[in-house]
């Protein structure tokens, strides 16, 4: 592992802290045994997570050539057995949060393909699981921590049922859930767990992961890729389709106030949609006359990208691309701990100008989520 | 600032239009509900023939999943990319900054009358 310095200096354990200098919006948090999530679980569907292996959730068939894990630290135990590096809150602070000094990581866990499993009803209780065991385990014993509201979003009742639920619970910071989906996510069976994350001041998290498993429609527009590869680098295919469809369906004019953090997108593909977005709506608008400004307009203004894997490219480059953006307000740094394969992420944002730099690691993530980041959330 | 007289009014019935050359130029002349406009034959956009477009209404601002028609006879689309312009002032709907290059029109008996230059 190569020897970085923290970039700011933690934090995290003062009493009252103010402003907090690295955010990492973006740990996966991972399950070692399901059979310690089954006591989270409503009752009448506990028996399914505590089988050996866990509930029957649909997968894909991609996994990484490799190392999954890259440059990320994990614990040996005494007999030289490497074990997970993301499965024990104090292990992941000590070893990683403390050493890169990481003030507080917003925890998006382990499975992003929920929202395309075929049972709803198993899908809305792992969800439930998941959050109430995090919240036990991960957030309240430790002030470094925070959560994101995993939620099933093929079943938009339960969806919102569980962000109600939990919504003002001081250790949830969004609503997090699986770009993976069975249709466009502006279409409006989905408008009801949008109008519940303004309703709990809470931002939408998407992240990419589960596209091609369960009822998920192939993960690109022509079909299935063959290999992890393929499937991996055609991702934001489908963060292109979903803006398109919140922008067209007329999501930001419903709710004005709704904040989208796509995750692990990069951000060199967003000009060219929004260009050609807004060339098309000039002689197009007249079809979704809600559509009061120009599509670029509504891109700038509610979503926000991580820094994971931020594309590397010359300085000049990288701050016109970053410029188109707004990411001077848009980027959040993103570890994707502890899944590194693709490099150490305090890397990929080294050659940032130090004032975007700071914002990305801190002030930006301050600014979207807001107060909810130093409220003390312990019981 | 010149003054021409460009057609007479009743070669231009309410619906229709009349395209003109004048002073090196191409006018096109609308009549809505008996008020006549002048728009010059160039669209902002790539300087499409924009007067021979489709005169058409548009679906007006609306809430989300509303539809509600309007403006029927007061909407002109470029022919060539679809872009559309409100008649009577020369803007397209998408941004009012946008504009057709339009002449003032006065009515001296018969003859529809436009100035062009500053006055």
Known sequence: MAAFAPLALAESQTDNPTMLHTIDVDLHHQIANWQNIAPYAPAGLRHRLARPGGPPLARHGFKMVGPQFGAAPRPIDANGNIGNPAADPA?????YLDKRGVDLAILTGPLLSLGVQPNQDMAAAIATAINDWTLATWVRPFRCFKGSILVAHQDPAQAVAEIDRLGDDPGMVQVLIGSASETPLGRRQF???????????????????????????????????????????????VYMAHIMSMVTEGVFEKFPTLKVILYEGGIFWLPHIMWRFDKNWKAQRSETPWVKEPPSAYILRHFYHTTYPLEQSSPSELSEL?????????????????????????????????????????????????????????? | MATHVIAQRHEIPAGGRKIVRVAGREVGIFNIDGTFYALKNVCAHQGARVCLGRIVGTALPSNVYE??????????????????????????????????????????GDDIVITIGSP
Not at chain 1, 91 to 95: H, L, N
Not at chain 1, 332 to 345: I, K, T
């Open chain 1, 91 to 95: 292990w992941v602070k000590a070893e």
């Open chain 1, 191 to 237: 408008h009801p767990i949008y109008e519940a994350c303004v309703r709990n001041h809470l931002p939408l998290a998407l992240h990419i992961g589960g596209e091609g498993a369960g009822m998920s429609p192939p993960s690109t527009a022509v079909g299935h890729p063959t290999t992890y590869f393929e499937w991996y680098a055609s991702l934001p295919q």
């Open chain 1, 322 to 379: 970053l410029e188109m953006v707004e990411g001077q307000r848009t980027l959040l740094f993103a570890s994707n701990y502890p899944n590194w394969e693709l490099g150490d992420p305090f890397e990929m944002i080294e050659g940032l100008p130090k004032e975007l730099r700071r914002r990305v690691l801190a002030e930006n993530a301050h600014a979207l989520y807001g107060e909810r980041l130093l409220h003390s959330h312990a019981h």
């Open chain 2, 67 to 108: 539809y509600s028609y309007g403006r029927e006879g007061q909407i002109l689309r470029c022919p060539w990319h679809e872009w559309e312009y409100d008649i009577a002032t020369g803007q397209a709907l998408f941004d009012p900054n946008v504009k057709i290059v339009s002449y003032p029109v006065s009515i001296v």
